[in-house]
């Protein structure tokens, strides 16, 4: 039998024999303190001193571990396996190294995370639905339990430094201010990486994010001219690996790296852009027909797949009109700019590796997607979080919201927070049918994985179709490295991993498969896979029509009709055997069923409660009064005061002067939000609704000077979510200016953006004093009080 040397391990076949200079599997952790080699006497000339070498608790010579994993990006989309957006770095992985074709992930952006670091399913771990939609059922809760190590705190007690940078997404969005708490946050002692760079959020302005450094959310300063998030986390990110190389030599490391590319907003420059000027002119339907093309001649998918319809309920190229047309390809041109741009800062980490002399000794796991390419674009727009507020538009006011602001070349700059349209996302599922937020179809939960091992995995072409999952990284790590899954953490008993090893794999391709079941559930939306076939239910919700359909407050999962599938002769799930296996259906229907109980999956489309049945009910500052004073910025939206969306009276203590000038408070961004500033003798609130309507309220009367008392007050006239807002503002008692918001959001303005006070920190809510953001009033403020009315 073949012996392959894995640094201090020897694998034969798929067990992982520890070597004589390997590990101390440990099932508690942390590691006891080491003895003493010393003795202390009475006196020192009693006493011996004979301090013993560090333990180690690694194998000799432990490989870096680095995970790579972008964000809303299709299956089809990566040149590396047919796909029309250039990939060097996956390329260069994919050469010297193996790639998975059914691998998979949990259809959602949280949950796949929070998948991917535990090794344990995500509703098992609290993430049954994305943090900022959590509540209180067991398996949606948003916190990772500390019954549920992350790989980071494994791998610290063993002796990794560990980094994480780029998107979080799995703390509570109620626990991310200043104040914490902080036991959830990346460098929290729950979840426990020692460094985090990056925004806690679900999605960033990649101009101007708000970037927290461990626990301290930085100056927005660092979004300066020619900035761009992307490249700022690959610099933080080889500025740490060489540090940890040059200061702690002998100490391995683990870098979690995942940007916030290609989710929405699509932000890049304009020339990463221009690269694909022409490319997507034939539209999305011409495009999936090339990839698939591609797809079988370079044997990723097999040669009897099938390619799936487009659904009905989606509009096809031909269906666009010509003068919308331009307005759709460069939404799309962005987001391959976007997406190309992400993936070549992915390989400066191997530039690094290489300068420090660790590529050889770095095992890396590049998942291309935490789900599908996102419909979340809907009809192509400029302000993406419309979607999320139930907001319907049409499509000629986002284009004439960007002409007013500049045309075509605004889509993808600072003014714009654009997504592209969902039949770019259908095609970028090939051949699969759906998109993100599906987990019945493999177009919301199949993703390439690539693992490179230079030295140690041997390059392989040959595509491994073996059934896997992203809680099968965990454990493929930990059998790399000999280490056993601890029993328990802290003190903590730990639940069981769900994920098993891929480790099998890595020298035998065609390999029978291990992972033997599986489920996926997310918002009613689910499938169970065994041994090759798999039911599934498409759910409640099409995340590609807009709106929100009543009918949805009445569905019930007993009354879902199920599909099935036979992969061993359908690898694309494009025909339905259900009718003609009702006993298949019911067995995996109650495979499922099993798995949802264990895995706190119930109740069944569980995840729908905040975002459809009571809103009210998602993580937010539960107070209805809020005092703050100048001093209080960058307060992250999901705990900052609804000024936007409730009945509310703001009161503001202020001292006005002739000059004065500068926002008074604001909350959001360009791409949607609110403020009020001073200037010109006049106060100006402005309700931004996602750039396509602004309502601009001012006073025309003189402003008296001295310490003034200026009211905002806010009523909802109507009981539909995006009902209009009277607003009336008044100086000193005096009514000055009133005026009407003909629609509101009611979720949420940004996802990563900012309630300010003196200031609007990060992106500017207004176009009116866009060039001189932050726009800090120049004077005091005493206090700004919210009082909700209702």
């Given at each position: 039998?073949e012996?392959?040397k894995?640094?201090?391990?020897?694998y034969?076949g798929?067990?992982a024999?520890v070597s004589?200079?390997?590990?101390?599997a440990?099932?508690?952790?942390p590691?006891?303190?080491?003895?003493?080699?010393?003795?202390?006497?009475?006196?020192?000339a009693?006493?011996?001193?004979?301090p013993?070498p560090?333990q180690?608790?690694?194998?000799?010579?432990?490989?870096?571990i680095?995970?790579?994993?972008?964000?809303?990006?299709?299956?089809?989309l990566?040149h590396?396996?047919?796909?029309?957006?250039?990939t060097?770095?996956?390329?260069?992985?994919a050469?010297?190294?193996?790639?998975?074709s059914?691998?998979?992930?949990?259809?959602?952006c949280?949950?796949t995370?929070?998948?991917?670091?535990?090794?344990r399913?995500?509703?098992r771990?609290?993430?049954?639905?994305?943090?900022?939609?959590?509540?209180?059922?067991d398996?949606?809760?948003g916190?990772i339990?500390?019954t549920?190590?992350?790989?980071?705190?494994v791998?610290?007690?063993?002796?990794y430094?560990?980094?994480?940078?780029?998107?979080?997404h799995?703390?509570?969005?109620?626990?991310?201010?200043?104040?914490?708490?902080?036991t959830?946050?990346?460098?929290g002692?729950g979840?426990g990486?020692?460094?985090?760079y990056?925004?806690l959020?679900?999605e960033?302005?990649?101009?101007e994010?708000?970037?927290?450094?461990?626990?301290?959310?930085l100056?927005?300063?660092h979004?300066?001219?020619?900035?761009?998030?992307?490249?700022?986390m690959?610099d933080?990110?080889?500025?740490w690996?060489?540090?940890?190389?040059?200061?702690t030599p002998?100490?391995p490391?683990?870098?979690?790296w995942?940007?916030?590319?290609?989710?929405?907003?699509?932000h890049?420059?304009?020339?990463?852009?221009?690269?694909y000027k022409?490319?997507?002119?034939?539209?999305?339907?011409?495009?999936?027909?090339?990839?698939?093309?591609?797809?079988?001649?370079?044997?990723?998918?097999?040669?009897?797949?099938?390619l799936t319809?487009?659904?009905?309920?989606l509009?096809g190229w031909?269906?666009?009109?010509?003068?919308e047309?331009?307005?759709q390809?460069?939404?799309?041109?962005v987001?391959?700019?976007?997406?190309?741009?992400?993936?070549?800062?992915?390989?400066?980490?191997l530039?690094?590796?290489?300068?420090?002399?660790e590529?050889?000794?770095t095992l890396?796991?590049y998942?291309w997607?935490?789900?599908?390419?996102?419909?979340?674009?809907?009809?192509?727009?400029?302000?993406e979080?419309?979607?999320?507020?139930?907001?319907?538009?049409?499509?000629?006011?986002?284009?004439?919201?960007?002409?007013?602001l500049?045309?075509?070349?605004?889509?993808?700059?600072?003014?714009?927070d654009?997504?592209?349209h969902?039949?770019?996302?259908?095609?970028?599922?090939?051949?699969?049918?759906?998109t993100?937020l599906?987990?019945?179809?493999?177009?919301g939960?199949?993703t390439p994985l690539?693992?490179?091992?230079?030295?140690?995995i041997?390059?392989d072409?040959?595509?491994r179709g073996?059934?896997?999952?992203?809680n099968?990284?965990?454990?493929?790590?930990?059998?790399?490295?000999?280490?056993?899954p601890?029993?328990?953490v802290?003190?903590?008993?730990?639940?069981?991993?769900?994920?098993?090893?891929m480790?099998?794999?890595?020298d035998a391709?065609?390999?029978?498969?291990q992972?033997?079941?599986?489920?996926?559930?997310?918002?009613?939306?689910?499938?169970?896979?065994k041994?090759?076939?798999i039911?599934?239910?498409?759910g409640?919700r099409?995340?590609?029509?807009?709106?929100?359909?009543?009918?949805?407050l009445?569905w019930?999962?007993d009354k879902?009709?199920w599909?099935?599938h036979?992969?061993s002769?359908?690898?694309?799930?494009?025909?339905?055997l259900?009718?003609?296996?009702?006993?298949?259906?019911?067995?995996l229907?109650?495979?499922?069923?099993?798995?949802?109980?264990?895995?706190?999956?119930f109740?069944?489309?569980g995840?729908?409660?905040?975002i459809i049945?009571?809103?009210?009910?998602?993580?937010?500052?539960?107070?209805t009064?809020?005092?703050?004073?100048?001093?209080?910025?960058?307060?992250p939206?999901?705990?900052?005061?609804k000024?936007g969306?409730?009945?509310?009276?703001?009161?503001?203590e202020?001292?006005?002067?002739?000059?004065?000038?500068?926002?008074?408070y604001a909350?959001?961004a360009?791409?949607?939000?609110?403020?009020l500033w001073?200037?010109q003798?006049?106060l100006?609130?402005e309700?931004?609704?996602?750039?396509i309507?602004?309502?601009?309220?001012?006073?025309t009367?003189?402003?008296?000077?001295?310490?003034?008392?200026?009211?905002i007050?806010?009523?909802?006239?109507?009981?539909d979510?995006t009902?209009?807002?009277?607003?009336?503002?008044?100086?000193?008692?005096?009514?000055?200016?009133?005026?009407?918001?003909?629609?509101?959001?009611?979720l949420?303005?940004?996802?990563?953006?900012?309630?300010?006070?003196?200031?609007d920190?990060?992106?500017?809510?207004?176009?009116?004093y866009?060039?001189?953001?932050?726009?800090?009033?120049?004077?005091?403020?005493?206090q700004?009080?919210?009082?909700?009315?209702?």
């Open positions: 039998m012996v392959t894995f640094r201090g391990l020897c034969f798929a067990v024999l004589a200079t390997g590990v101390h440990q099932d508690a952790l590691f006891p303190p080491a003895p003493s080699g010393s003795k202390a006497g009475p006196t020192i009693e006493s011996t001193y004979n013993l560090p180690s608790h690694l194998p000799e010579n432990a490989p870096n680095v995970i790579i994993m972008l964000d809303d990006v299709g299956p089809a990566p590396t396996f047919g796909g029309p957006i250039t060097p770095t996956l390329d260069a992985l050469e010297e190294g193996i790639a998975f059914r691998f998979h992930n949990a259809a959602m949280s949950p995370r929070a998948s991917l670091l535990t090794g399913n995500h509703h771990v609290g993430y049954g639905q994305i943090a900022e939609l959590a509540n209180d059922w398996g949606y809760t916190h339990p500390r549920s190590a992350t790989v980071a705190k791998l610290s007690g063993y002796g430094a560990t980094a994480a940078f780029g998107k979080w799995n703390t509570p969005a109620n626990e991310t201010t200043t104040v914490g708490p902080y959830n946050w990346p460098v002692e979840v990486f020692d460094y985090f990056g925004f959020a679900g960033s302005s990649q101009w994010p708000a970037v927290v450094e461990n626990t301290i959310r100056d927005p300063s979004g300066k001219e020619g900035y761009h998030f992307t490249e700022d690959a933080k990110a080889v500025s690996m060489k540090q940890v190389h040059a200061l002998d100490r490391f683990l870098v979690y995942a940007p916030g590319a290609s989710h929405g907003p699509h890049i420059f304009k020339d990463w852009a221009d690269k022409g490319k997507f002119d034939t539209g999305w339907d011409q495009m999936r027909d090339d990839i698939f093309a591609k797809q079988k001649e370079l044997g990723w998918v097999p040669s009897d797949t099938d319809a487009r659904p009905d309920s509009a031909s269906d666009i009109p010509e003068d047309r331009a307005f390809l460069r939404l799309m041109e987001f391959a700019g976007y997406t190309e741009h992400a993936d070549t800062q992915a390989g400066r980490l530039n690094a590796l290489d300068a420090i002399g590529r050889e000794n890396i796991f998942v997607g935490d789900n599908g390419s996102s419909a979340e674009g809907q009809n192509g727009t400029i302000s979080l419309l979607a999320q507020n139930g907001i319907k538009t049409e499509i000629k006011d986002h284009i004439k919201a960007m002409d007013d500049g045309g075509l070349d605004v889509l993808g700059s600072p003014k714009a654009n997504m592209y969902a039949g770019w996302a259908w095609a970028g599922s090939t051949p699969y049918r759906s993100k599906v987990a019945a179809h493999f177009g939960t199949r690539v693992i490179s091992w230079p030295g140690h041997t390059p072409r040959r595509p073996q059934f896997h999952h992203v099968d990284i965990v454990p493929t790590i930990y059998d790399v490295l000999g280490i056993k601890p029993k328990t802290d003190g903590i008993t730990q639940d069981p991993l769900d994920g098993i090893s480790a099998y794999t890595f391709p065609e390999a029978e498969g992972k033997h079941g599986q489920y996926f559930e997310v918002m009613g939306s689910r499938s169970y896979y041994d090759d076939w039911a599934s239910v498409f409640p099409t995340p590609w029509v807009p709106g929100i359909d009543p009918a949805i009445q019930s999962p879902d009709s599909e099935l036979d992969l002769k359908d690898h694309s799930q494009a025909h339905d259900a009718t003609d296996n009702p006993d298949k259906v019911k067995e229907k109650d495979a499922f069923l099993i798995d949802a109980k264990d895995n706190k999956v109740p069944v489309g995840g729908l409660w905040s049945f009571h809103p009210e009910d998602a993580p937010h500052n539960p107070a009064e809020f005092t703050y004073t100048q001093e209080v910025i960058q307060v939206e999901f705990t900052a005061p000024v969306a409730r009945s509310n009276l703001v009161t503001i202020a001292e006005l002067k002739p000059d004065s000038a500068g926002v008074l909350l959001g360009f791409s949607g939000g609110l403020a001073v200037d003798g006049k100006t609130y309700y931004n609704l996602f750039e309507d602004r309502t601009q309220i001012a006073t009367d003189t402003l008296p000077t001295g310490k003034v008392t200026i009211e007050e806010t009523t909802k006239t109507s009981k979510h009902g209009p807002l009277d607003i009336v503002i008044r100086v000193n008692g005096t009514e000055m200016a009133n005026g009407t918001v003909p629609r509101s959001a009611p949420t303005f940004t996802a990563n953006d900012a309630f300010d006070v003196g200031q920190s990060y992106s500017p809510v207004s176009e009116a866009f060039d001189r953001k932050p726009f800090a009033f120049n004077g005091i403020i005493d700004v009080k919210v009082a909700y009315k209702e």
